[in-house]
């Protein structure tokens, strides 16, 4: 099957200007033609320096300025093409063939925006040309203007329901606006042609937007094994790795689809984020400008920027960056969390104080959201037994007495594993005040269900736990091989605690000496942040 995202329709039309040369043997019509020669053989970088000294004789030929910008592009000299197809339209304007040439030299430098303008005048002056509405619609598609692409070409796919080109993208402009059912009848009209990376794409893409992250892993691997090269293939596959705890996977992935589409937004933010959450600042910057370039009204991509210029200790330039953000999305948390580290920084007490407050209501609404306790509420108790001992722990006895860390999980969950050592220094560091426990719970891939990548990839394989004294061996196991230096209690076979915490597949909750809960994350490295449980530790221990 055809690649249907109409790469087959990016193809820069040179405008051999023949007709423009006389037929006189002079020096400009012999540079000229040697100019046009070098061009089809492919010796481009020769036509280039064939054009310019042709334009030094005749520097008002449109055509040959065309071609000269057809060149360029064919050397990925974007920039320098766009100017010679601009020189071209003010000589020759109205000319569609400059003007398609023009729109495609601005989405292959990444303007896509700027693509999208030029294609959208050539579009309302000629509406019924099929190559420019599937191209329009296609920097539409990676603009994210889902809307504009069904807009687009829900009349192409009624006239022509043969066109899987169009029922490509409209497909996945229905789907990733959850309009499922619609962008069902599309999906299946390409499955009907067979096996093909697209439709697995399509499917994989579906998965994803329902949530459902291990089914959308598995369909976008094998829509990769078909066709690595897909235009944003890699980077829905490397985003769906991430949410299934698979980081390393994620970069792959991400880096692959930057190495031939160096302007992916998604790809550009998201691996910026994931650089973000190791502190490499100084690498994430420039991913976080190149999505910014392709959609400078990104609230993510700008939070992010204004995290690394954060991090970077720029504060002065974060605070007028997140400042932007949480005006732009007022219930932003990670922007108010990183807005307050910056006031803190600066010292500005007043603004810190009214940052603080936000971030408390903040949390307390996102823990609601998430299930489980809420913030400040009383942490269920449960009554659960130490491995390793004969005793039995109940949470409740420890009210008053001192303040408590629970970390949910299993061996078989990444997060868990990847979270390890932020929660072995915590214990290190806080050990003496407050109480660390690991509650074990249900296996979060246990063999015979969905496998993580990453478990497949580190050799991780747990059985599933058929009775209490299974899912013992598993908590002991999962102590020994993370070297966890805090106790391990085992939730029972009914998963009550696992249950009244929401805590599959793993989450960890700091609760204050007076039984409440002061903070709960999850641990997949988006949500969590060491520093922010550490503070909200720090509190619970300094309360009385």
Same mark, same amino acid.
């Given at each position: 099957m055809k690649h249907f995202a109409v790469a087959a329709l990016l193809l820069l039309a040179a405008l051999v200007p023949r007709a423009a040369y006389p037929q006189a043997a002079d020096e400009a019509m012999a540079i000229a033609q040697r100019a046009v020669q070098l061009q089809q053989a492919g010796d481009y970088p020769a036509a280039v320096d064939a054009y310019r000294a042709f334009l030094k004789l005749r520097p008002n030929e449109p055509?040959?300025? +065309?071609?000269?910008?057809?060149?360029?592009?064919?050397?990925?000299? #974007?920039? &320098?093409?766009?100017?010679? #197809? @601009? &020189?071209? $339209? !003010?000589? /020759?304007?109205?000319?569609?063939?400059?003007?398609?040439? =023009?729109?495609?030299?601005? $989405?292959? +430098?990444? @303007?896509?925006?700027?693509?999208? $303008? !030029?294609?959208?005048?050539?579009?309302?002056?000629?509406?019924?040309?099929?190559?420019?509405?599937?191209?329009?619609?296609?920097?539409?598609?990676?603009?994210?203007?889902?809307?504009?692409?069904?807009?687009? /070409?829900?009349?192409?796919?009624?006239?022509?329901? +043969?066109? =899987?080109?169009?029922?490509?993208?409209?497909?996945?402009?229905?789907?990733?606006?959850?309009?499922?059912?619609?962008?069902?009848? /599309?999906?299946?009209?390409?499955?009907?042609?067979?096996?093909?990376?697209?439709?697995?794409?399509?499917?994989?893409?579906?998965?994803?937007?329902?949530?459902?992250?291990?089914?959308?892993?598995?369909?976008?691997?094998?829509?990769?094994?078909?066709?690595? !090269?897909?235009?944003?293939?890699?980077?829905? #596959?490397? /985003?769906?790795? =991430?949410?299934?705890?698979?980081?390393?996977g994620a970069v792959a992935a991400l880096r692959s689809e930057l190495a031939q589409n160096p302007n992916d937004y998604s790809s550009n933010l998201a691996l910026g984020q994931i650089l973000i959450v190791s502190k490499q600042y100084a690498e994430a910057t420039p991913r976080i400008e190149a999505a910014l370039r392709r959609r400078p009204d990104s609230i993510e991509a700008g939070l992010a920027l204004g995290e690394c210029l954060s991090g970077m200790g720029k504060l002065q330039d974060a605070r007028i960056r997140l400042e932007a953000v949480t005006r732009a999305v007022p219930a932003s948390l990670e922007a108010h969390r990183e807005l307050l580290s910056v006031y803190t920084r600066l010292r500005m007490k007043s603004q810190a104080a009214r940052e603080r407050a936000l971030v408390d209501r903040l949390e307390r609404e996102a823990a609601t959201k998430e299930g489980g306790p809420p913030i400040n509420a009383f942490a269920p108790d449960f009554d659960l037994s130490e491995v390793g001992t004969n005793r039995r722990v109940r949470l409740s006895d420890l009210r008053g007495k001192t303040p408590v860390v629970l970390a949910f999980g299993s061996y078989s969950c990444p997060n868990l594993r990847a979270s390890a050592e932020a929660l072995n220094a915590m214990f290190q560091h806080y050990g003496e005040q407050a109480r660390f426990f690991l509650v074990y719970i249900r296996e979060a891939h246990a063999t015979g269900d969905w496998q993580s990548t990453r478990n497949v990839r580190e050799g991780i394989t747990v059985a599933p736990a058929l009775t209490m004294e299974d899912k013992v061996d598993h908590a002991v196991m999962c102590t020994r091989k993370l070297h966890l230096k805090f106790p391990a209690l085992v939730d029972g076979m009914d998963g009550r605690a696992e249950a009244t915490y929401a805590a599959w597949p793993s989450r960890a909750f700091v609760i204050g000496r007076d039984g409440r809960v002061r903070y709960g994350t999850g641990l997949s490295q988006q949500d969590f942040h060491a520093e922010a449980m550490q503070k909200a530790l720090r509190a619970a221990i300094a309360r009385p």
């Open positions: 055509a040959a300025r +065309s071609n000269l910008g057809a060149a360029l592009v064919k050397l990925g000299r #974007y920039d &320098e093409a766009i100017e010679e #197809y @601009r &020189e071209a $339209e !003010k000589l /020759l304007p109205g000319d569609p063939r400059i003007g398609m040439n =023009l729109a495609l030299a601005y $989405e292959k +430098s990444g @303007r896509v925006r700027e693509a999208a $303008e !030029k294609l959208t005048a050539l579009h309302a002056g000629a509406p019924q040309e099929k190559q420019i509405t599937l191209l329009l619609a296609d920097c539409e598609l990676q603009s994210g203007e889902y809307d504009q692409v069904i807009s687009l /070409l829900q009349p192409v796919e009624r006239e022509n329901p +043969s066109d =899987l080109a169009a029922a490509y993208m409209l497909g996945t402009a229905l789907i990733r606006t959850r309009h499922t059912a619609e962008g069902q009848v /599309l999906l299946d009209k390409i499955l009907r042609n067979g096996d093909s990376a697209e439709a697995r794409f399509l499917v994989g893409t579906q998965s994803f937007e329902s949530g459902d992250f291990p089914a959308a892993v598995k369909e976008l691997a094998r829509a990769v094994e078909l066709n690595p !090269k897909l235009p944003q293939l890699q980077s829905y #596959y490397g /985003l769906a790795l =991430l949410n299934t705890g698979d980081p390393v």
